[in-house]
């Protein structure tokens, strides 16, 4: 198993409040990512980043920041979390050679009251 | 853009019935292409990939084809067994560098004894 670790793995937040996600590698792969996945959705990208410091939107990147201090961890912030923000979230990895494997951590469990 | 349709479930099956998930996806240049399967409660796990066409990636008993012509790749397994109940989603990523995911909506598949 691709070495993620995701924190926290639930958590149930009020409205308005901000929440940090984060997302832990050992693998050193230079690519992570992070997806949100909702019943009839998919998955979809929220953020991705490409080096330390170095981030980019995804297609649903509205209502939420990333920020990369470190090759090993990406944290996820929803600023002031909505009910719509209510959801399953992935961090993923990658070494972002053409066709190569991308791998899922375990997910977090977010719900927004 | 990129996308990938796949055909919604859920599906029912009987143990050692035929599978087959269809998945069609739209694409510019030439994308690597992606099963990843998610049992309740876990995240998403490679199942099989194919990078170029014509490629027949496989797994755990599980086939699919990389067809260009037909831009698809659907998922076959001969006879599934009840631990085969999970979602399947279809999934590719681009020709660019970075290894954006692009999934499609997951068809959940459920195999009764």
């Known amino acids: 198993d691709a070495g993620i670790t995701q924190s926290p793995r639930h958590k149930v937040t009020e409205t308005g409040t901000p929440v940090t996600l984060r997302c832990h590698q050992t693998?050193?792969?230079?690519?992570m990512y992070w997806y949100r996945q909702d019943p009839g959705h998919g998955l979809r990208l929220i953020h991705y980043?490409?080096?330390?410091?170095?981030?980019d939107k995804g297609e649903v990147s509205d209502g939420y920041s990333v920020s990369r201090s470190k090759t090993e961890d990406f944290l996820l912030t929803l600023e002031s979390a909505t009910s719509s923000q209510t959801s399953v979230y992935f961090c993923?990895?990658?070494?972002?050679?053409?066709?190569?494997?991308?791998?899922f951590g375990e997910g977090s469990w977010l719900t927004v009251v | 853009g990129n996308s990938v349709t796949q055909m919604e479930g859920p599906v029912t099956l009987s143990e050692e019935a035929f599978l087959t998930i269809n998945c069609t996806y739209t694409?510019?240049?030439?994308?690597?292409l992606f099963w990843y399967v998610q049992y309740p409660g876990e995240g998403l796990q490679l199942l099989l990939k194919?990078?170029?066409?014509?490629d027949k990636g496989s797994n755990k008993g599980f086939e699919a084809t990389y067809r260009k012509e037909t831009t698809s790749f659907h998922l076959e397994k001969g006879s599934v067994q009840v631990s085969d109940s999970a979602v399947y989603f279809c999934?590719?990523?681009?020709?660019?560098?970075?290894?954006?995911?692009?999934f499609g909506g997951g068809t959940r598949v459920l195999v009764k004894p």
């Open positions: 993923a990895i990658s070494d972002g050679s053409s066709g190569n494997t991308i791998y």
């Open positions: 693998e050193n792969h230079r690519y």
């Open positions: 980043s490409y080096g330390v410091k170095d981030t």
């Open positions: 694409a510019t240049g030439y994308p690597s």
């Open positions: 194919a990078t170029k066409a014509d």
């Open positions: 999934a590719l990523s681009g020709w660019a560098a970075g290894n954006k995911l692009t």
